[in-house]
């Protein structure tokens, strides 16, 4: 079992920045890719970014690419998402996924969840 405990989140105006941090306990936090994804009301869960279990490879949705960077420090169990020029329509609830294996861009292949954290901007 992997645990993963989403924070971070926030208020913030258009234009400004949060970043948002996913800590992992439990298995060997190295051993798994991550992922991260949010969802608005009424809405599926949007693929976000991805990162392979070394750091070496990331991947990035459209919605995203050039605002959003996301990072890992394996020594620390921890996953980060850098979100920059922040828009009312990223407002959601966040979460962090883990995988072992390859990285995924939709939600089904990851095996654990984070509760997830409110992310809310205003214009």
């Known amino acids: 079992q992997v645990q993963l405990v989403e924070s971070g989140g926030g208020l913030v105006q258009a234009g400004g920045s949060l970043r948002l941090s996913c800590t992992a306990s439990?298995?060997?936090?190295?051993?798994?890719?991550m992922g991260w994804f949010r969802q608005a009301p009424g809405k599926e869960r949007e693929f976000l970014s991805a990162i392979s279990w070394s750091g070496g490879s990331t991947y990035y949705a459209d919605s995203v690419k050039g605002r959003f960077t996301i990072s890992r420090d394996n020594a620390k169990n921890t996953a980060s998402l850098q979100m920059n020029s922040l828009k009312p329509e990223d407002t959601a609830v966040y979460y962090c996924a883990a995988k072992k294996g390859a990285t995924a861009n939709y939600p089904n292949p990851y095996d654990y969840w984070g509760q997830g954290t409110q992310v809310t901007v205003s214009s």
């Open positions: 439990g298995r060997t936090f190295s051993n798994y890719a």
